[in-house]
C-alpha cells in the first residue's frame, strides 16, 4: 500500500454517532463524570478544612502590626497565608465545581455560597500583609531575606508585591476592598443564573425535522449545521431570547464595567485595562497592538467571509452562515473513546512524560464528560494544588468536541507539569501563558489530521476548520477585546452604558470586521449580553496572543527536535517563576513585538488561498 493510499483511507470517525443527552445527574455513567472524591472522599473532610481554614485566617489575622517586626515573623505571616490559599483553593475549587454539575441543585450551591463566604472573609483576614510589607524600608526586606535562609523562596514574590507599592492602599482600606468582594462578584453571578439556569430557548427542528431542545451547548452544534434553515433557528432562537432580557442584562453588565472602572481607580490606575494587565506584567502596548495588528489584516478576513459566501452559494451573508461547514458532503462524527485516541496520536510530538499524563487524565476520572440538565455550559480546565488537575465537559461528539477535549486537555496538562515543578508560590502561571498551551494541542490536532488525509473533501474540512479556529480565537476575540476596551473607556468618561449603546457598539464593530451584510443582521445587536467572559474583563484578548504564540511554537517543535520539544515544555513547567514575556521569550517567541500577530494572519491568508484552491 502506497502512503498516499494509507491517506486516502480518511480520517477515523463513527458514523451515527450521537453524543448522550442525560436527564438527571445519576443517569450519567460513573466513569464520564469526574472523581471530585480526589479531593474530599466525605463532607466531613471539607467541613474540617472549612474549620482549619477559619482558624488559620483568625491566626494570620492576629500576625496584623507585627508583620515586618522580624524576619521570623514575616515568615510566619507568609506561610500562614500559603497555606490559607492552600484550603481556600481546595474547599472553593470542589464546592463550586459540585454546584457545576447541577446549577439548579440547592446543597451545592450553598456549599458554593459558603466557600465564596470563606474566600472573602479570609482576603478580610490577610488584607493587611502586601501593606505591611511595602510600608516597609526595601532594605529592610534585604536583611530579613539575608537573616533567614526559609525567606529566600518568597524573594520573587516580595520583588511583585513591591512592585504594586503605589497601587497598594492602607490596611484600613484593603481590608473594606476585601470586604467588598462578595458584591463585587455580584454581576457574574446574576448572568450565570440567569443564562445557566432560568432561561429557557425552546425547541428547534433538526435537520431530520425531529423536534430538539435548544440548550447554549446545542447550539454551538447547531449553529455550524449544514442545514442553512438550522443555522438560522438556532441563532435566533438563542439570540431573541438575551434580547428579550436586554435591560436586565445592560445593567448587569453595565455594574460589572462600573465596578471595574472604580476599582481602578481606587488603586491608582490610569485605566481599567491597565489595572487588568499590571498584575501579569504585561504592557497596555501589548494589547492595543493586537488590535491595530488584526485591524490592519481584516481585508484577509473579508476575503476569507466572501470565499465562504461563494463556496455556500447565498445571496446574502447572515451571521449564521459563519459557522457554516464550507461542504455538506463530508459528515464527521467521533465517539468520546476515538476523540481519546485523536488527541493522543496529535500530541505525540510533545514526548512520553506529557503523553502519559493525558492518558492518565482520561483514565484517572480527570473529567466529566457528557451534558445533563442542569450542568454548567461551555468547558474548563480547574483545580487546587496538591491534586490533579479537573476537566468539566459537555461532550457532543463534533470536530469541535474533540477540538475542545485536546484544548483543554492542554490546560490540564500545563498545570499538571506547573505543579510539579513550581513550589505552591510559583506554581499558578499568569493568564497571558494560560491559553498558549490550549491552544498548541488544538493546532497540533488538526495538523495531525490534515497530515493523514489525501482525500479532497476532508482537506477542504480540515483547512476550513483551521481558518475557523483563526477566525473565531484571533479576529473574534480581538473583536470581543475592542468591545471590551471601548465599553470601559465610555465608563471612565462617564457616559451611560446602556443597552441601546451597547447594541449600537456591536453592530459597528461586527460590520467593519465582517462586513456590511453580516453586521446589518438586527438579531446579531444583543450579542455582547450572551458573552460570560465579559465579567472577567480583558481576559479574551490572551485567547488571540496565545494562538498566535501557539502557532509559532508548534512551527518550531514540528521542525525542531528535542532541543524545541523540551523549551515548550519547560515553558509549562515554568509557572510564575518569570513573568510571561520572559517565559515565552525563553520558549522562542517574542509577544513583545506583532511579529507573531502578523504571521498567524499570514497563515490564515494562506491557507484561505489554499481552501479557495481546493473549492475551485
Known sequence: ???????????????GYAAPLYETRAEVPEAARWKLEDIYAAPAQWEAEAKEAEATAAELAACRGRVMGSAASLLKAITLDERLDYLLGRLYSYAVMRSHEDTAAEGPKALAARATQLSVRAAEASAFLSPEILAADEAKIETFLAQEPKLELYRLMLRRILREKKHVLSAEQEAVMAAMGELAGAPDGIFSMLADADMQFGEIADEKGEKRPLTQESYGRYISSPERRVRREAFEGIHRTFAKFR??????????????????????????????????????SVYDGLVAAVNEKLPALHEYVALKKKALG???????????PFTKELKRTFSYETAQKLVLEAVAPLGDEYAQAMRRAFSERWIDVYENRGKRSGAYSWGCWGVHPYML????????????????????IHTWLSNAAQPQVYA???????????????????????????????????????????????YRQ?????FERDAHALAEKGEPLTPELLNRMWSELYTRYYGEEVGANSDLAAEWSRIPHFYSAFYVY????????????????????????DAYLNLLRGGCSKDPISLLRDAGVDMSTPEPVERALAVFERKTAELGKLLR
Open 1 to 15: 500500500m502506497t502512503e498516499n493510499e494509507t491517506k486516502a483511507s480518511g480520517i477515523a470517525g463513527d458514523a
Open 247 to 284: 435591560n436586565t442584562l445592560g445593567a448587569t453588565y453595565a455594574a460589572s464595567v462600573r465596578k471595574d472602572v472604580t476599582f481602578a481607580r481606587l488603586r491608582r490606575y490610569g485605566s481599567a485595562l491597565e489595572a487588568s494587565l499590571y498584575g501579569n506584567e504585561i504592557p497596555v
Open 314 to 324: 447565498v445571496e446574502r451573508m447572515e451571521p449564521w452562515d459563519l459557522y457554516a
Open 393 to 412: 465537559l459537555n461532550y457532543g461528539g463534533t470536530y469541535r468536541d474533540v477540538s475542545t477535549l485536546a484544548h483543554e486537555g492542554g490546560h490540564s
Open 428 to 474: 499558578s502561571y499568569t493568564l497571558f501563558v494560560a491559553e498558549v498551551a490550549s491552544t498548541v494541542n488544538e493546532t497540533l490536532l488538526a495538523e495531525h489530521l490534515l497530515g493523514n488525509t489525501g482525500e479532497r473533501e476532508e482537506k477542504i474540512f480540515l483547512l476550513s476548520q483551521q481558518l475557523e479556529l483563526i477566525r473565531q480565537t484571533i
Open 478 to 482: 480581538t473583536l470581543f477585546a475592542e
Open 542 to 565: 490572551q485567547y488571540a496572543t496565545s494562538l498566535a504564540a501557539a502557532l509559532a511554537l508548534v512551527d518550531r517543535i514540528l521542525a525542531g527536535g528535542r532541543a524545541e520539544r
